[in-house]
Antibody, heavy 118, light 107 residues
Framework: EVQLVESGGTLVQPGGSLRLSCAAS????????MTWVRQAPGKGLEWVAN????????HYVDSVKGRFIISRDNAKNSLYLQMSGLRADDSAVYYC???????????WGKGTTVTVSS | DIKMTQFPSTLSASVGDRVTITCRAS??????LAWYQQKSGKAPNLLIY???TLETGVPSRFSGSGSGTEFTLTISSLQPDDFATYYC?????????FGQGTKLEIK
């Protein structure tokens, strides 16, 4: 079964750090871009970052540049999001998604919740 | 950044209705446009990619059209399972962006 499972979300204080993980299974992980999308409570979807198949090209939304780092470990079929300098407006459900590029994001995890609060 | 604007933001309709949601880009995205359906508390689900290609397994009552800056998602005959929030998403230029969403409600 094709599956993505996120983990690592928790309550963290403003200014803190957190690493999210996304474990992939059921498909050839190295064949796909991978993407993080987030959704703040009651709000719409926000594209956060993506990484190419080899992990050599990374792109970010402006609001997280310099604070978040996307990475992948192809040997472990895993995607990561290292988050630092967390702010209240980073509070959201974070989804990882398998990304075909122009053909869309066709597999999503169930999400992991990050809450930034003192 | 490319701004994606959807309208309407909320749409009330009945089972069997034909509905159309529009997505406008602040600059051309060519045909690099996808549509997603999201139900409350669930992850998004890909419906349409490359503006008009139906994702495998998505019912044929869903269709997409457009290119450049103007796109539409049409549901030809609403079914009870279709009441959800719909998002467009451009993949033409980084940072990629979503529209703000259109909530489709039961009239």
């Amino acid at each position: 079964e094709v599956q993505l499972v996120e983990s690592g979300g928790t309550l963290v204080q403003p200014g803190g750090s957190l690493r999210l993980s996304c474990a992939a299974s059921g498909f050839i992980f190295t064949s796909y871009l991978m993407t993080w999308v987030r959704q703040a409570p009651g709000k719409g979807l926000e594209w956060v970052a993506n990484v190419n198949q080899r992990g050599t090209e990374k792109h970010y939304v402006d609001s997280v540049k310099g604070r978040f780092i996307i990475s992948r470990d192809n040997a472990k079929n895993s995607l990561y999001l290292q988050m630092s300098g967390l702010r209240a407006d980073d509070s959201a459900v974070y989804y990882c998604a398998r990304d075909w590029g122009t053909e869309g994001m066709d597999v999503w995890g169930k999400g992991t919740t990050v809450t930034v609060s003192s | 950044d490319i701004k994606m604007t959807q309208f309407p933001s909320t749409l009330s309709a009945s089972v069997g209705d034909r509905v159309t949601i529009t997505c406008r880009a602040s600059q051309s995205v060519s045909n690099c446009l996808a549509w997603y359906q999201q139900k409350s508390g669930k992850a998004p689900n890909l419906l349409i990619y490359e503006a008009s290609t139906l994702e495998t397994g998505v019912p044929s009552r869903f269709s997409g059209s457009g290119s450049g800056t103007e796109f539409t998602l049409t549901i030809s005959s609403l079914q009870p399972d279709d009441f959800a929030t719909y998002y467009c998403h451009q993949c033409r230029s980084y940072p990629y962006t979503f529209g703000q969403g259109t909530k489709l409600e039961i009239k």
